[in-house]
Structure formats: structure tokens, C-alpha cells
């Protein structure tokens, strides 16, 4: 197979740094935690950046307050506000951005997004529209909705200032951790992903994990760009897009190093043991970059540094106990 040359990153450093002093007074610095060797059944220490804590519940805020701020900021939001397509975090970070900056909201969800998504993106006052089938399908019906009404299209990841608000999270990692070399990050469309290895380049190893049932980061790798691949399992709401986003491969193909599969057995082993130590509800997208560490999927080398991103809590708290 012919491989082209990488193309030119989507997004650059500057552009996140803008993107965080955009933001700043909008989003919380989430904590981080050092875990010691031992804790979580693992033999070495791990850091976890507990993104899970993140208003509205997961990284996604991040991304939608920059593309919804230089939206309004170049008057391009109109009365129908922001429309979204969603497994369930990115509704709910678009809605809650909604609310805060005083805009309307549609969001579309899929019919195999948690009843409690849905839940928790009209608690922020957004109409939710349940679309039969997966992100995809849910999309399409939003795209032709945006199409009637002229409302503002927050993509959850094909579009350069979402990256560049996700990767923000790497800019903060930097504030508070010294020194570190590995960031183990859970890949869906590849947004997220894309913002902390746009942001942190060759300084450090960016490691993907996705589940096996829902790998197109990995597929993309393997091919020399997006592909589709088939979604399912138990993090689909989260992680399970049909292809990866065009602007993330940009990144993603030059400075992301490795990239590997947990299983669904191996996420929910995850999520128990975050409840067990921390008492932390984090749903199953959120527990995957830990589950890889758990299960072996990644080893670290004698000395290596690792921070773990958890990244998402909008589940419900009996499926973790």
C-alpha cells in the first residue's frame, strides 16, 4: 500500500495556548492524583488526571466553549443557537455551554446512548432528539436539522477549535505534573486524542486505547488514514465512531506513538476498581486508558512515568458498584 507524506497538523500549540486563555474562566482545572505502586493492582506508580470532574462531566466542555466562543466572537450564532449530534457527553458539554453563555440548544443523541445522557443534557435545559442507531446515524439527522433551521454545527471533533479546546487538558497536565513521558488517552473520533499529541508533539509519548469492538483510530494506523470499522460494546456511547475524523489524522498520524485494544471485560474491570479506591463513578469511555495499563495492553518500562487520562462520568452509578 502507498502511504502519503503526513500531512500538515490540523492544529498547532499556539493555537491550544489561545484556546486555554480563551476558556480559562469557564472551565475547572481538573485534579490530578498520584497513585503508588500497588494501588489499582498495579506494580508501578501512575498519575490520573481526573478529567471525569470536568463541568458537565467529561473534556468535552473544554472543546465546546472554544468553538462556541470564536463562533460568537465572529457573530456567526444566530437565534437558533448551537445544534449537536452526541453519544452523550459532547450533548451534554454543548447544552451546558449553551446555558452558560445565555444560547439555545438542540441536541441528537442515538437511541444506544444511556437514558441517563439524555437525563443530564435537558437538566441543562437543551431539547434532545433520540435518533435509532449509533453516533453516525444520530448526526445525519442533525445535519439535516441544521440544515432548516441555521443553528451553529458543534461537531465533537472535525473541527480545528474543538481539538485545540481538548487539548487544553495537556496543557494543564503540564502545570501540574513535573516531569512525565507516557499520556495514555481513550480514543473515539479522535478529538480528544488529537488535542493532547497536537499539544505536546514529540515531548511525549501519547498512547490511544479503544476497545476492541470499536478500534477506528487503530484501523486508520493500519490503513494510512480514516476507514470505517464496525461499533459495538459497552463504551460505543462514548468511543464508538464509524471512522476517525479527517482533522484528527492529521495529528494523530505523526504524533501519536502507539496505539491499543482493551476489552469490554477489561474496561468494567477498570471502572470497579476506580470505585473500590477512589469511589469514582467513571463510565466505561472514561476507564478505558486505565483498563489498558490494568490488562497489560501497555507496559510501562522500568522507570517510566505514565499519566493515566479518566476522562468521562456520565453513567449510572449502580453499573460501576
Given amino acids: 500500500m502507498t502511504r502519503l507524506e503526513p500531512a500538515q497538523p490540523a492544529v498547532q500549540p499556539d ?5 486555554m486563555d480563551r476558556i ?12 503508588r505502586a500497588g494501588g489499582l493492582g498495579l506494580s508501578h506508580p501512575v498519575t490520573l488526571k481526573l478529567e471525569l470532574l470536568q463541568h458537565a462531566g467529561s473534556f468535552k466542555t473544554r472543546g465546546a466553549f472554544n468553538r462556541t466562543m470564536l463562533a460568537a466572537a465572529a457573530d456567526e450564532i444566530g437565534p437558533a443557537g448551537l445544534i449537536a449530534a452526541s453519544g452523550g457527553n459532547h450533548g451534554a458539554a454543548v447544552a451546558y455551554v449553551a446555558r452558560q453563555l445565555g444560547l439555545a440548544a438542540q441536541i441528537f443523541v442515538p437511541s444506544t446512548s444511556p437514558e441517563i445522557k439524555r437525563r443530564r443534557i435537558e437538566s441543562f435545559g437543551a431539547t434532545v432528539n433520540v435518533i435509532d442507531g449509533y453516533f453516525d446515524d444520530a448526526f445525519a439527522a442533525s445535519v439535516v436539522r441544521q440544515a432548516d433551521t441555521g443553528a451553529l454545527m458543534v461537531h465533537p471533533f472535525e473541527h480545528a477549535a474543538i481539538i485545540a ?3 487544553t487538558m495537556a496543557v494543564e497536565i503540564d502545570d ?6 507516557t499520556l495514555l488517552v481513550s480514543a473515539g473520533g479522535g478529538g480528544f486524542i488529537a488535542g493532547q499529541a497536537a499539544w505536546v508533539q514529540d515531548r511525549r509519548r501519547v498512547v490511544s486505547v479503544e476497545p476492541v469492538t470499536s478500534r477506528c483510530l487503530q484501523a486508520a494506523r493500519e490503513h494510512g488514514g480514516p476507514t470505517p470499522v464496525t461499533v459495538a460494546g459497552v463504551a460505543a456511547d ?14 494523530v498520524q505523526s504524533y501519536v506513538d502507539e496505539s491499543v485494544l482493551v476489552t469490554d471485560d477489561d474496561i468494567r474491570a477498570a471502572q470497579r476498581s476506580l470505585w473500590d479506591e477512589f469511589r469514582l463513578v467513571v463510565e466505561p469511555g472514561g476507564a478505558a486508558a486505565l483498563a489498558a495499563l490494568q490488562s497489560g495492553a501497555y507496559v510501562p518500562e522500568a ?5 493515566v487520562a479518566v476522562c ?9 458498584m
Fill in 238 to 251: 462514548s468511543l464508538g465512531t464509524v471512522q476517525l475524523g479527517a482533522l484528527a489524522w492529521t495529528i
Fill in 165 to 167: 479546546g481538548q487539548g
Fill in 303 to 307: 522507570g517510566e512515568r505514565v499519566v
Fill in 176 to 181: 501540574q505534573v513535573d516531569e512525565y513521558d
Fill in 15 to 19: 493555537e491550544i495556548a489561545l484556546a
Fill in 312 to 320: 468521562g462520568s456520565n453513567c449510572d452509578p449502580n453499573s460501576v
Fill in 24 to 35: 480559562r474562566p469557564y472551565v475547572r482545572q481538573a485534579p490530578v492524583t498520584e497513585v
